[in-house]
């Protein structure tokens, strides 16, 4: 047996066993950064919330089992010299015993952890409902000249804030809809780009009908390089965006099923994908 041959196994292997690891740690991953950037340090105020209540509460405090005993406070009191006489002392012991007692029983609830998430997810969804209100957009745009009045976010926040608006707000979905091919970096080589939108008003003296085009790179289609050029040199490839990102990441190797030769020697163009660019080119003309 040939050393290709023993290889194909192993290789196929791999090729079915790669992808579901990967995705399966890529949201692992996304979880860890979530639950330790966001669930975490709410799930610290909830307890923290939680102690406070607790001691003042007592009888709540008695019945999720985390008041300590007279004798842990006596025997800590003990340890730390303390006279139970002194009650501004034996009250703090009686605090870090607490405290102690709460992150104890914390940890032995480990789906306690998933409340700081849907904590999270509530504000965030609260947060929506009050923008989409009169008094909530009136709070926002307040809030929007606070933040860009400061002198060093006032530096980040506009251009955080129109990225945010980009890849997220659902106000302008043609802006991203239209793949393109355009010549570049040279004449004669043509790259796979998005249509993001019209060119700067300066550059449009010098080319009256020209668009801005963003060119992904590979393997990490999130940079690449944004080019101006005139409308008339840009082809619209019947591809949706998720195509055009799975064939920039792959290096060419994936590409859509309809742009494959059949056996006519012809490829087969979708409604979805005619439907897209007929949208995007009359999003376009609107906005003109």
């Known amino acids: 047996m040939s050393e290709q041959k023993r290889s194909r196994p192993f290789l196929r ?26 669930a975490e ?45 002194q009650t501004d002392e034996v009250a703090l012991i009686t605090h870090q015993l607490l405290t102690e007692n709460v992150n104890t029983w914390w940890a032995e609830h480990p789906y306690m952890n998933f409340l700081g998430l849907i904590v999270a997810a509530i504000i965030v969804y609260v947060c929506g409902r009050l923008v989409g209100g009169f008094l909530g957009r009136s709070l926002y745009k307040k809030l929007e000249q606070v933040m860009s009045s400061i002198p060093v976010i006032s530096k ?6 129109q990225l945010v608006d980009f890849l997220i707000s659902d106000s302008d979905k043609p802006k991203f809809s239209r793949v393109v091919a355009v010549e570049y970096p040279r004449k004669g080589i043509w790259s796979v780009g998005f249509l993001t939108g019209e060119s700067m008003n300066s ?46 990441v792959s290096g060419g190797v994936l590409k859509p099923e309809h742009q494959l030769n059949d056996e006519n020697g012809g490829s087969a163009l979708p409604d979805r994908i005619e439907e897209e660019v007929t949208d995007a080119s009359g999003s376009e003309e609107q906005c003109k």
């Open 156 to 161: 980040v926040y506009p251009y955080v804030k």
């Open 13 to 38: 292997g791999l090729a079915v066993l790669l992808p579901s690891v990967l995705t399966l740690w890529l949201l692992v991953k996304a979880y860890q950064f979530i639950d330790s950037a966001i």
């Open 203 to 248: 550059l449009k003296s010098k080319l009256p009908d020209s668009v801005t085009v963003f060119v992904p790179s590979s393997p990490t289609p999130f940079t690449g390089y944004t080019i101006t050029i005139p409308r008339s040199e840009l082809i619209d490839l019947p591809i949706t965006v998720e195509e055009a990102i799975r064939f920039a």
């Open 41 to 85: 340090p709410i799930n610290r105020g909830i307890r923290a919330a939680f102690i406070e209540i607790a001691s003042v509460a007592k009888p709540l405090a008695n019945q999720f089992g985390i008041m300590p005993s007279k004798e842990a406070i006596e025997q800590a009191a003990e340890t730390q010299f303390v006279s139970m006489s």
